[in-house]
Nanobody, 118 residues
Framework: QVRLAESGGGLVQTGGSLRLSCAAS????????RAWFRQAPGKEREMVAL???????RYADFVKGRFTISQDTAENTMWLQMDRLEPEDTAIYFC????????????WGQGTQVTVSS
């Protein structure tokens, strides 16, 4: 069973930056999609960004131009660089990985809290 562990969350002021990391417990499993999701209090979980094994990226409209997703496929690690953070970005951020599909993610991290103060 692959386990994912996020790190890098914290408290930052509006306009600041954070870099989230997600490391998998093993790199032998084949991964097709790596993604970041977030869930704010009282809201549903939403996709923030994803990257395919080939390096194609997709971003939610609310983070375009501010967040950048990247990966190291050999180490099965991914990052989310978050710049120009806004209070609306406050949420728990989860990393997820899928072996086959955009619709179903096989592995999830426990989440890391990101809080942006105004």
């Amino acid at each position: 069973q692959v386990r994912l562990a996020e790190s890098g969350g914290g408290l930052v002021q509006t306009g600041g930056s954070l870099r989230l990391s997600c490391a998998a417990s093993e790199n032998r499993v084949s991964i097709y999609i790596r993604a970041w999701f977030r869930q704010a209090p009282g809201k549903e979980r939403e996709m923030v960004a994803l990257i395919t094994s080939g390096g194609i990226t997709r971003y939610a409209d609310f983070v375009k131009g501010r967040f950048t997703i990247s990966q190291d496929t050999a180490e099965n690690t991914m990052w989310l660089q978050m710049d120009r953070l806004e209070p609306e970005d406050t949420a728990i951020y989860f990393c997820a990985m899928s072996s086959f599909s955009l619709e179903k993610y096989d592995y999830w991290g426990q989440g890391t809290q990101v809080t942006v103060s105004s």
